[in-house]
């Protein structure tokens, strides 16, 4: 009889991730404007930023009638431990006929881990121009991280090996200048991605709504590290998110490939600012984003 191979593993379907993402998306709503957050099966240590955002945006979402939303802006206070839900309390701080404003309090364990707040606007015609969508090529032609992740797994390290031999995403991301990881080269501030979920998520616009903020915060902040050869496994860098703000232009389908354009103006004093625009395929800009992240260098013990 043939043993079970310990090292075999089976990925999690796409469609699995997709649901799951949807899922934990998905705010309980446990009274009027206070809501529950799953927590991320599996999750340990921090809670990823997206997610945080994402879950708020569903909160202020679920208390808006008519209109969607077009901004976000966000402030990260504390780390979310991913041993507890997160607790969303939103308070309706403008109802007009044209614009609402939300405000939502993200809490653990009664502390409050993020503020945010977010306008809704009914839609209307207006003046329009955009930028143009940069030109680089196809998602196709480009690896997935996932898949340059395991290729890279028996070059690491033996305590990172697991990690990137199994880690699965729920958003399949296609860099043009692929990561190095543990020797990362000094070059200019200015990266493009492609991004999706890794599956169909359904037709509600709120929820792709959601999962474009949740994606946002990937393959941003790292941005503001490439001129200094740094990432965040350098030993002795800290890295953290400090805020984040999203501005949604145009309807979007988040299972459609979408181009993240990101660049770095500035860094200094210990923070890095970073950039985005967020292209559709078909080149309308549907988003900007915009953060400022925690990149302090300190010498390794």
Sequence with gaps: MTEPDPEAWTPPLPEVLAAGLVSLLDVEEIDTDLYRGARQPGGRGRVFGGQVIGQALQAAQRSVEGKAAHSLHAYFMRAGDEEHPIIFRVVRDFEGKSFSTRRVIALQKGQPILNMAASFQVPEDGLAHQDAMPDVPPPEDLQSESEL??????????????????????????????????????????????????????????????????????????????PHGVNWMTPGMQSASLDHALWIHEPVRADEWLLYATDSPWAGHARGMNRGSIFSRDGRLVASVAQEGLIRKREPR
Excluded: C, Q
Excluded at 150 to 168: G, I, L
Excluded at 179 to 200: D, G, H, I, K, L
Excluded at 206 to 219: E, G, I, Q
């Design 149 to 226: 992740r395991r290729a890279a797994a028996d070059k690491m390290p033996e305590r990172y090996r697991e990690f990137f031999r199994r880690r699965t995403s729920p958003i399949d991301i296609r860099p043009l200048h692929p990561r190095s990881w543990f020797e990362p080269v000094t070059r200019e501030p200015r990266n493009y991605s492609w991004f999706r979920a890794v599956a169909p998520i359904g037709d509600d616009p709120a929820m792709h709504r959601a999962v474009l903020a949740y994606a946002s915060d990937m393959a941003l902040m790292a941005t503001s590290m490439m």
